[in-house]
């Protein structure tokens, strides 16, 4: 599925002339443009408003486009139902407000809206999970995830993190719904783009979100993550799509076979992490015995390094090793300070 357009409608020649040059080029399931804009600060560009849903509307009935666009409150169901759209997006602020995502599912129950739900900006997969279930419950069948990255809290060259452990997650939860990504939002910069996308298209997800411009430098939101037509194709004709599935008896049995080396080498590993826990209680005991604090830090600190250095020789990266021991030492931590306080 692709679906693409402008981060915001603008103008009636802007929406006409980017859908134009879409259909041409990508033929998208659905055409997108932001009308009622979410924006941290105030006095930036807050959308056109209803004058924009008339021009999607051309959009939909003249180049034969589903349109789509961002909802956040029960009057916009009302606004996009009178202009015949028969999709919508719950962005990324509004999917955090239950209140909100409910008012909109109570407004648009009946409506036959296929419904695309963002995750929220906080890695919060229960929060995306509920906003989704709120819709399931009102009958909506036709509900689809879109992965648009998640507040970094500090600076990063993308614009958002992707944490596809959240997406992952999501499908794993919810098998029967479809996630979709949005590449233009995780990156922020066009530049990126396209390696989210071939790493959402690697996860197996169902489609993209692609933000379009026909003059991206003169657009009046998220100017720097938009491409234009033309390189929206380009980036599509680079992604390399895998198949999930290949009916082919040799790969089936080559796959089990690894896969089972694999089940081996996890049991392993926990009867492993057994014995160090088994060691690390022990350890507890003797500290307690002589009085001495749980965490020593020095002796922490040449875990972290000697183990980070050593994963490096072997090839892992330091980051895996140094998250992995990050995780073991505070579970180690957690116990031995435990064991102190029952007794
Ligand atoms: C958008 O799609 O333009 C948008 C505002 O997205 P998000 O809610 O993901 O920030
Ligand atoms: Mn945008």
């Not at 819709?135 to 069948?141: A, D, E, R, S, V």
């Not at 992952?168 to 910069?189: Q, T, Y």
């Not at 390189?231 to 799509?241: D, G, H």
């Not at 080498?265 to 002589?290: M, P």
């Amino acid at each position: 599925m692709l679906i693409c357009g402008p981060c915001s409608a603008e103008s009636e020649e802007q929406v006409l002339e980017t859908a134009r040059q879409l259909k041409e080029l990508v033929a998208p399931d659905y055409f997108r443009a932001g009308i009622w804009k979410p924006r941290t600060r105030p006095n930036s560009f807050e959308g056109v408003g209803e004058k924009g849903l008339a021009w999607m509307q051309r959009v939909q009935d003249e180049l034969n486009i589903p349109v789509i666009t961002e909802v956040a409150n029960a009057s916009h169901i009302e606004k996009i139902t009178k202009y015949g759209f028969s999709a919508f997006w719950i962005g990324a602020r509004t999917v955090a407000n239950p209140f909100s995502v409910q008012e909109i599912a109570e407004a648009a129950k009946g409506g036959k809206f296929k419904v695309f739900v963002k995750n929220p900006t906080n890695p919060d997969i229960d929060l995306w999970c509920g906003a989704i279930e709120r819709f399931k419950k009102l009958g909506f069948n036709e509900i689809i995830a879109i992965s648009r990255g998640f507040y970094p809290f500090a600076e990063t060259k993308l614009r958002n993190l992707p944490c596809w452990e959240i997406p992952i997650e999501l499908a794993r939860r919810m098998p029967d719904i479809k996630i979709i990504c949005d590449p233009s939002h995780i990156a922020g910069d066009t530049k990126y783009i396209a390696e989210i996308a071939q790493q959402a298209m690697d996860l197996n997800m169902a489609g993209l979100m692609i933000e379009s411009h026909c003059c991206p430098h003169n657009a009046l939101s998220d100017k720097q993550q938009q491409l234009d037509p033309t390189n929206v194709k380009q980036l599509l004709n680079s992604l390399k799509i895998k198949s999930s599935y290949v009916n082919d008896h040799n790969f089936e049995i080559e796959l089990e076979m690894l896969r089972n080396k694999i089940d081996v080498l996890d049991y392993q590993l926990l009867d492993i992490l057994k014995q160090r826990f088994a060691i690390t209680n022990e350890i507890g005991e003797i500290k307690k015995v002589h009085n001495v604090a749980v965490l020593q830090i020095e002796r922490w600190k040449k875990v972290l390094e000697s183990r980070s250095e050593y994963g490096e020789r072997l090839g892992l990266s330091r980051e895996l090793v140094a998250a992995l021991f990050s995780d073991i030492h505070k579970e180690s931590i957690k116990e031995q300070s435990d064991d102190l306080n029952i007794r």
